[in-house]
Each structure stands twice: as C-alpha cells, then as structure tokens.
C-alpha cells in the first residue's frame, strides 16, 4: 500500500542534500539570524508584517530586511542582498513575486541554511508546474533547503518566532507540520485556546522541496516534541511518509488531519496546494499498520492532541470507563457517546459499589455507572464528597479512564463555594496518587454566555496546567480518548509481537 496516497506531481525529484535536516531544521525552529526578503519601505507587505510579528514576539535574534535600493525598513539597516549581511542566515522568508524566487535562491548559496518561501504562483496554480520545478533545481544548485512555496511561515515559541499575531509565548511539546497557512493560524490560537502548547509548527505549502516526512522524523528525534501532528493534502511521497510511521514504532503519538479524502475535497487540495492524493483506504490502512490516529476535521485534531499532550498512553488498551457528573440526561448522552467509541460503560464490581453506597449521598443521587450527582448533591461539603467517590473508583482497580462532567451554568450559580474548584482539586488529587494509570478527563459544558465562559477559560487553564484535558462536550471526550485507545491498542499489539 505504499503508494496508494503518494503525490504524483514533478515534487519526486526534490532531493535532500547539503547539510543533515537535523542541522536545517534546528536553523527554521531555533534561527539565530532571519533574512526578510520582501519586505517595504514605502508600503505594508508581508515581510513587513513578520518583521513585526519578531518584533512584538521577542525575538532576540538578529533580523536583516533584504532590499536592493531602500536603506531602513521598519527602522532596521537594510542589506541589498545576503551576500552581504554582516552574518550568515539560519533562515530565509522570502516573500517576493514568484518568477523572482528561481534566481533569488541561487543567490542564497553558501549564505542560508533553509528558506521559506511565502510566494504563490507556482503549481497551485494551473501555468506554474514549470516555474516550481525551476525552483526545485535553483535550490539543489544553491544546497538550500526549502518550505514551501505557497505558505505562511513557522511559529516557535522557544525561539520567539511567530509569523502571525496573539500567539502564546509558552513553550508545549506539540510538533505540527500543517499544509495549509490559514489553517495554521487555526490551529494554533484555537489549540492555545483549548491549552494545546507547541514546540513548533511549520507551514509547508506545496512541499516542492522539504516534504511532510522529512519534518515529520524530525519531530520524531526532537527531545522538545512529545506528539507530533500533521495537516495533509498530498504528501509529496506517500511512501517514505509511511515508512517513517513505520519505522519510528509507535515512538510518539501522531495525529493526521487529512484533507481531500473524498472525490470533491481532492480536487479542491489540487486548486489549493497543487496536492495529489490517493485512495481514502490507503490512509485508514496506514492508521492500522503505524498507530498514527487519523480524524476528520479541525476540532478532532486538536482535541486528540490535547489528550495525548495530558495523558500518558497505558501500557494496556483503555477500555472500561466510569462516567462522573450532574446531569442525568446529560449523563446517558455521554454513555451512548463512550460506547459508542468502543468503551464499556459498565456496573462497578460488588465491592466498589459498596463503598460507594456506604458514602450516603442525598436523595436524587445514583452510584451506579453513570455516577449522577445533582447540583445539590454536589454541594454537601462543598463539593469535597466527589473525592471519597474518586477514591472508591481509583482503589478498586477495574477502571481505565475516568470522565467527569460539569454542567458549569449549574455549578456556578452556587456563588458562594468554589465547587468547581473543588471538584477539580479532588480529581487531581486522586490523580496523582493514582498507581494505575487510570485517564482522567474533565468536560466542562456551557450555554456560551459571557458570565460562564470567562470562569470556564480559568478552570480550563487550571486543569490542563495540571494536566488534565478538558473537552467541551462529551461526545468530544469520547472521541479523542478513542484517539488515545487507537494508539495503545497498536503499542500493545506490537509489545506482544516483540515478546513472540
């Protein structure tokens, strides 16, 4: 199945050479100087604006605005070209007309260790498979490596480079390789919102030269990136993509988010990024033989990797889950969610019901799995009762991840008592002297009004600072902890085979 989602545009003849990606790679995520090319004295463009972008970030490294005639961009000396720059370039981003990139990378040589090029016109575009196969040639002949074209740039909090504004400065340990600029931007203020931090994310367009796979292992290797995510359209050779999966062994998880998977969504990647992909079977067969979860839209990505950032994957598959929370309804709509994810939803052992039962809950309250506890339930001894319950479960063993879920309009109109806080320490105390590895998972569930959704950006933050995931639905939950089981499920089959 190798080639069964390989690209089969001109890319095949892209070659790595020159210094080791390690050494490239590690100039595009930590640079320690940035050439701009493109940039304006008289106008805004979008060199003028990453100029900025640096600015604002924090970078401290050293910035060199290329321009042949102007003396000072955005109050910085310019140089008229990069032979000339005071000190060699770690990275390149070039932002100028595309027929001008062939011979502007030429002159890169011996001065740029990888190049960005934001450009379009090339074979995104139906007359410009020529022009990007001339940029392919420009760069081997100059030994640069190049991202892109047809992209936006690279954000690496640990470097304070970003290539967009309202980005977080906390540095994570999610890796992202995303084919598309826009949904870049995307994924990274929406993740940071949800509490996904990166160690990097890199836009790489139409992967005429450095391809997903190249980044991909990478991640693989880099001590900063713990999960690695990826946003395809084509991935310019298909079939080292599955050998890196392959190879690295279930390593570190990896999500893919990958777009053109039906006949419509293809031909709208091809108008996009000029990407050509392959069968739909391909990629859900590369999932079953690598490990790599594979989702199918935006808010699936992140939530998965704002589990695998939260949880340690179980060395044995996640299967019997316990739900906690108020909220009846909301409580059998969270069990169809779970088993219909695959997980078992089922009655406590004998001896952990007892316990439960002999903590005397009030009236309205149920012990069974769904544990449900009204609002007023919830509030004897100010939420605290919710740790005995956590202790009863975490002790009888049996239990392989365990959700809770806050109805927050509810919870929050008890404005005298923290009993969210509460609950939230309680579940995290449990956590930590939890020997098991029992997942524990907080849905915190809103109607969206200004009054609730400022506490619940707190409480988030709290949670996922502690290390606990926090999802706005349990059907969300549901999903991303099947993310999680996909990549045990794989981890233990392969630890079985080894043991053959």
Known sequence: MHGSFCNTTLKGEALS????????????????????????????????????????????????????SASEIEGMPVYSSVSVTPASIDYAYVAVGAQQVPSLLRSFAGRVRIAQVMSSGFSESSDGHELERELVLAAQEAKVRVIGPN?????????????????????????????????????????????????GLVTVGNCADVRPHELLEYFLASPETEVIGLYLEGTGDGRHLFEALRGAKGKKPVVILKGGRTGQGLRAAASHTGALAGSDHGWKAMSAQTGAVLVDELDAFLDALLAFQCLQPRAVTTKRAVLFGNGGGASVLGT???????????????????????????????????????????????????????????????????????????????????????????????????????????????????????????????????????FDELNSAAEALASVRHFETFRERLAKTALI
């Open 17 to 68: 050479f020159s210094a080791s990606n390690t050494e490239a790679f590690n100039a595009l995520f930590n640079p320690k100087s940035i050439a701009v090319v493109g940039a304006s004295a008289t106008s805004v463009s979008g060199g003028n604006r990453f100029i900025r972008n640096l600015k604002a970030f924090g970078y401290a490294g050293n910035i060199f605005p290329i321009h042949p």
């Open 336 to 470: 169809d969610a779970l088993a219909r994810a695959g997980f078992d939803v089922a009655p406590f052992e004998p001896c952990v019901a007892a316990k439960l039962q002999a903590i005397r809950l009030p009236a309205g309250s149920s012990v069974l799995n769904p544990i449900d506890l009204p609002a007023g339930a919830l509030q004897q001894d100010e939420g605290r009762a919710a740790e005995a319950i956590f202790d009863a479960i975490s002790e009888g063993g049996g239990t392989d991840v365990l959700v809770m879920h806050v109805n927050m309009t509810v919870v929050i109109s008890f404005r005298h008592v923290d009993m969210l806080g509460n609950l939230i320490n309680a579940v995290l105390r449990v956590k930590a002297q939890n020997r098991s590895g029992m997942h524990v998972v907080l849905v915190l569930r809103s109607d969206g009004d200004p009054d609730i959704e400022g506490p619940k950006r707190e409480y988030r933050r709290r949670a996922v600072t502690a290390g606990l995931p926090v």
């Open 151 to 199: 992209c936006l740039g690279v954000y690496s909090p640990r470097a304070r480079v970003t290539f967009t504004e309202r980005t977080t400065d906390e540095v994570g340990s999610v890796g992202i390789v995303c084919q598309s600029g826009g949904l870049g931007v995307d994924i990274i203020r929406r993740g940071q919102n949800r509490g996904v931090r990166f160690s």
